[in-house]
């Protein structure tokens, strides 16, 4: 990689300290790495400090240290107890943040989105905060772009076309000139072992075990010298006898091998170039992304594949066509159609394939597996484009969807208007029903280009009532009443068409942390807000000509491309 | 041995209860928050989040 060397010690080229505040799970612990191994990359100058909760940051810190200068590690459940009581907790606590004090920083980075990292944000001493913090009168703010969008759309919505890696580079303002990337592939050509992890974090996202039990008995039928090693944690035990003591595959159980209960050190050691990692959406998958292991991942229930996608290239991702995937935790569900929806004949594939030859072919896949079997499941592999984003490809070539084609929309849109970065996508590839469907939106997408127009508008009235030798009050009111019937309307163009969920979701956080301390300044940063929606559907809409996809006198809709 | 884990359970939540409603109070007449109240949210939305 070829890093900038900096040989100097002016005041603008002096280590510039950076404290990055994650205190969430293992896996966003493992992709805030990836994020600021980047940003080494890019920026070596920086001294970057990770501050992470014990429970989340021990069982990485053998990567944590290749990556941080520092590491604040913090012990929430030993700080407050019953046995210190509250003065005592309340103390402990004041010792974390005197400790996390004692370096001054320019900048202070909450990647972690919860209530608690926002107040733990707002007392670390740093000259910018960026992502989210409360202020003085306990308001939670978001100042800076990316966070808002994070906190919109990453929340609500899969129609965001980032990876998380990717989002938390762009909140921490990496130019990617340089990246970890790679091409090069650690798995061997032709593999000895598996390493499978069975297991997830919620039911959604893992299958039953009788289907794991089909498809290792279909691989190891397939495959005479593979090994597989179930990995999980202790309490897996039970999930793994459930898979492996069953009459199928009897006489395949020296060819099964648990690694229950290791510590992620000791497996991230053990996994070495003999090895293909299959798994549900895990951090296994993300901390393996690391040493560029080739890896299967199957997503289900609440997964969003491309935000949480190991981040390295030519790994592949198993995906449902369901209609209502990818669903939240709390949607009921009591049949889980995503899970019947990725036949295990087309995973056996994909694991024959990536066993000798490290890809999947599309002209084998077709010829070896049934049209029957592949109607319902997405088979993706991830790739990087021009500007240093993850992406994922299609490895069919099929048609995309509606979503996919917005996603592809968004991610031009959202890269210019934050980072003034110019990402192109190809043109769709769109079947006719989804080109028709398309050319739908050409109308909700003027009806928010005009309510944006609308909010400008009214906004604009206010600067100007403002201006004036005697403003009149009664005027400003009713301008403002305007501004919330417009941002009422939006809410009620969304819940008819969720496409535009982005910008509509985009300009609530933004409204909500508009920078300014006078009617002026807020007016002036509310007007700005529509502006930035109103150039988003703007850009929508002129893609969509260009895809001819706007002549509402069109009988036929176009051909796919 | 129970029994007083639960008094000192009680007295835990009753202490924070109050410290809360008098921040709380403070917010109400647009006071600024001390470093010591920022402390105590941030360890009650700490208990909130372990449930």
């Known amino acids: 990689m070829n890093a900038k060397v900096i040989d100097d010690h002016s005041p603008e080229t002096a280590n510039k300290e950076i404290a990055i505040l994650q205190i969430t799970r293992i896996g966003d612990i493992l992709q805030t790495c990836h994020a600021v191994r980047l940003l080494k990359i890019n920026h070596p100058e920086y001294n970057v400090t990770l501050i992470a909760r014990k429970q989340f940051a021990e069982p990485v810190k053998f990567l944590i240290d290749q990556i941080f200068d520092d590491v604040k590690i913090i012990d929430f459940k030993r700080s407050i107890n019953l046995a210190d009581g509250f003065s005592g907790s309340l103390k402990n606590i004041k010792n974390i943040l005197k400790d996390i004090n004692t370096k001054k920083f320019s900048a202070s980075i909450n990647l972690s989105f919860s209530k608690s990292s926002s107040y733990l944000h707002s007392m670390i001493n740093s000259d910018h905060k960026i992502g989210p913090y409360y202020n003085e009168a306990n308001h939670k703010v978001i100042h800076d772009k990316w966070s808002q969008y994070l906190f919109s759309s990453v929340m609500r919505g899969d129609l965001?076309?980032?990876?998380?890696?990717?989002?938390?580079?762009?909140?921490?303002?990496?130019?990617?000139?340089?990246?970890?990337?790679?091409?090069?592939?650690?798995?061997?050509?032709?593999?000895?072992?598996?390493?499978?992890?069975?297991?997830?974090?919620?039911?959604?996202?893992?299958?039953?075990?009788?289907?794991?039990?089909?498809?290792?008995?279909?691989?190891?039928?397939?495959?005479?010298?593979?090994?597989?090693?179930?990995?999980?944690?202790?309490?897996?035990?039970?999930?793994?006898?459930?898979?492996?003591?069953?009459?199928?595959?009897?006489?395949?159980?020296?060819?099964?091998?648990?690694?229950?209960?290791?510590?992620?050190?000791?497996?991230?050691?053990?996994?070495?170039?003999?090895?293909?990692?299959?798994?549900?959406?895990?951090?296994?998958?993300?901390?393996?992304?690391?040493?560029?292991?080739?890896?299967?991942?199957?997503?289900?229930?609440?997964?969003?594949?491309?935000?949480?996608?190991?981040?390295?290239?030519?790994?592949?991702?198993?995906?449902?066509?369901?209609?209502?995937?990818?669903?939240?935790?709390?949607?009921?569900?009591?049949?889980?159609?995503?899970?019947?929806?990725?036949?295990?004949?087309?995973?056996?594939?994909?694991?024959?394939?990536?066993?000798?030859?490290?890809?999947?072919?599309?002209?084998?896949?077709?010829?070896?597996?049934?049209?029957?079997?592949?109607?319902?499941?997405?088979?993706?592999?991830?790739?990087?484009?021009?500007?240093?984003?993850?992406?994922?490809?299609?490895?069919?070539?099929?048609?995309?969807?509606?979503?996919?084609?917005?996603?592809?929309?968004?991610?031009?849109?959202?890269?210019?208007?934050?980072?003034?970065?110019?990402?192109?996508?190809?043109?769709?590839?769109?079947?006719?029903?989804?080109?028709?469907?398309?050319?739908?939106?050409?109308?909700?997408?003027?009806?928010?280009?005009?309510?944006?127009?609308?909010?400008?508008?009214?906004?604009?009235?206010?600067?100007?009532?403002?201006?004036?030798?005697?403003?009149?009050?009664?005027k400003i009111k009713d301008y403002s009443k305007k501004i919330d019937e417009v941002d009422r309307l939006l809410d009620v163009l969304v819940e008819a068409n969720e496409l535009i969920a982005p910008i509509v979701d985009y300009g609530v956080v933004a409204k909500s942390n508009l920078s300014g301390n006078n009617l002026v300044s807020l007016t002036e940063s509310s007007f700005y807000v529509y502006q930035e929606m109103s150039n988003a559907a703007s850009i929508i809409h002129e893609f969509l000509t260009k895809l001819n996809l706007t002549n509402t006198n069109q009988q036929t809709p176009r051909k796919s491309l | 041995m129970a029994q007083s884990q639960e008094a000192y359970k009680e007295e835990f939540k009753k202490e924070l209860f109050d410290k809360l409603t008098a921040i709380n109070n403070k917010l109400n007449r647009n006071e600024t928050l001390t470093e010591e109240d920022n402390a105590i949210l941030l360890m009650s939305s700490v208990l909130e989040e372990q449930g």
């Open chain 1, 160 to 474: 965001n076309p980032f990876n998380l890696v990717d989002l938390f580079s762009n909140i921490i303002g990496v130019k990617k000139d340089n990246t970890h990337l790679t091409n090069s592939n650690f798995s061997k050509e032709k593999k000895e072992n598996i390493l499978l992890h069975p297991f997830a974090s919620l039911e959604k996202k893992y299958w039953k075990s009788n289907k794991w039990s089909e498809v290792i008995l279909r691989v190891l039928e397939a495959n005479k010298d593979i090994t597989i090693h179930i990995a999980g944690s202790s309490s897996d035990k039970d999930g793994y006898e459930q898979i492996v003591n069953v009459p199928i595959l009897e006489k395949y159980r020296s060819r099964i091998k648990p690694l229950l209960g290791k510590s992620l050190s000791e497996l991230y050691a053990q996994v070495d170039n003999t090895y293909l990692f299959v798994g549900h959406d895990s951090m296994i998958g993300n901390l393996l992304s690391f040493k560029n292991i080739k890896t299967i991942t199957i997503s289900l229930g609440t997964v969003r594949p491309m935000e949480t996608a190991p981040y390295s290239i030519n790994n592949y991702i198993l995906s449902p066509k369901t209609k209502c995937y990818p669903c939240f935790p709390d949607t009921p569900c009591e049949f889980y159609k995503c899970h019947g929806d990725i036949p295990y004949q087309v995973l056996q594939e994909v694991i024959s394939q990536l066993l000798i030859s490290n890809k999947v072919e599309k002209e084998q896949f077709l010829k070896r597996v049934s049209p029957f079997h592949m109607n319902s499941v997405n088979i993706s592999k991830t790739t990087v484009n021009k500007v240093g984003h993850l992406t994922l490809s299609n490895v069919l070539d099929e048609y995309q969807t509606e979503r996919d084609v917005f996603r592809d929309f968004y991610r031009t849109i959202w890269s210019y208007a934050f980072s003034e970065v110019d990402v192109t996508s190809p043109l769709p590839n769109i079947s006719e029903a989804t080109a028709s469907s398309l050319s739908k939106q050409a109308q909700t997408v003027v009806h928010l280009f005009e309510l944006a127009e609308f909010g400008k508008k009214y906004s604009r009235y206010i600067l100007e009532e403002i201006s004036k030798k005697a403003p009149e009050i009664n």
